[in-house]
């Protein structure tokens, strides 16, 4: 066994959550975020993310930049990079930066973030919006509506009964919560927030207005193989078929000029 590959055991081993307050980092659900390292030690030679706490999922893979197809991926010296970002993401984050220091072996520098994921999406009227926004470490959730800056409490967990949102209407399940019989009150801004008090999940809910079908709209509920096909034919014959009125357009002009003369 190498040296670095003892000393890497070692300091796993010894490895323990420094108190360090929390960077904000925030990103739209489907997007990605940079949890930002801004340390430069001259060899940092590992680097671990975990969710805090960490019983929650344990240590995340951190892929190096070669391979940053997958989700979460190494950037730069020690950042780490979140791609296609889920509702669920939204929490607390520590990272410990192993690296070489003559004068501290044992030490990672660490890092923690709060996450904070944030969505935007429409309901019709009547229908039902089911948010995936319970997770583990959420406490409440907070609605704003569109005309008020005021937050009212809509879920508090493990209490029965609901502060705010017509009872019978909201429904906490599997991790989801969700209002039936969706109102135009019940638009406005969803907020979760954990048990500091602090922000994982913004959820914007606007009302999509109800458009009657046009003949053009459910025309594009068609198949186009028929469009694709016409323009792939257009696409063939268009260009040779400008050449060869381009040609009668030369001969007609050159026509004209001779009866002219
Ligand atoms: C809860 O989620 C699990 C797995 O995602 C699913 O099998 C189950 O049917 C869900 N239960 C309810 C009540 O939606
Ligand atoms: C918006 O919220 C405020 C206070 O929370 C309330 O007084 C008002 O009636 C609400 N407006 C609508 C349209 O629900
Ligand atoms: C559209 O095309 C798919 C396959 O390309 C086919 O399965 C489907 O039935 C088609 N729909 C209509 C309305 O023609």
């Not at 980092?25 to 680097?47: D, M, N, Q, T, Y």
């Not at 997958?70 to 929490?91: F, N, T």
């Amino acid at each position: 066994m190498s040296f670095t590959m003892l000393k890497l055991l070692l300091l796993l081993w010894v490895f323990n959550y420094s108190e360090t307050i929390p960077i904000h980092a925030a990103g739209k659900k489907g997007g990605s975020v940079i949890l930002p390292c801004e340390f430069k030690a001259r060899e940092i030679f590992h680097i671990r993310l975990n969710r805090q706490p960490t019983s929650f999922e344990g240590e995340i893979f951190v892929y190096d930049k070669k391979y940053c197809s997958k989700r979460v991926c190494k950037k730069g010296a020690c950042d780490v990079v979140i791609k296609d970002l889920r509702l669920s993401d939204a929490g607390k984050y520590i990272l410990n930066v192993y690296y070489n220091n003559a004068e501290s072996l044992l030490a990672p520098q660490v890092r923690s973030y709060q996450l904070h994921i944030y969505d935007d999406i429409s309901v019709k009227i009547g229908e039902v919006l089911k948010l995936d926004v319970l997770l583990p470490d959420a406490l409440q959730v907070m609605h704003q509506n569109t005309s008020s800056a005021e937050w009212k409490m809509v879920w508090k967990r493990g209490s029965k009964s609901r502060v705010n949102i017509k009872q019978d209407r909201l429904k906490d399940s599997n991790g989801s919560l969700s209002i039936k019989r969706f109102m135009a009150e019940d638009a406005g801004t969803y907020r979760v927030l954990g048990y500091e008090g602090e922000i994982l999940i913004t959820v914007t809910v606007t009302v999509t207005e109800e458009k009657s079908k046009s003949p053009t709209e459910s025309k594009g509920n068609l198949n186009y193989t028929d469009d694709e096909q016409k323009r792939n034919h257009w696409s063939l014959f268009g260009p040779a078929g400008l050449v060869v009125l381009f040609v009668l357009f030369l001969i007609l002009i050159a026509a004209i000029i001779k009866k002219m003369q």
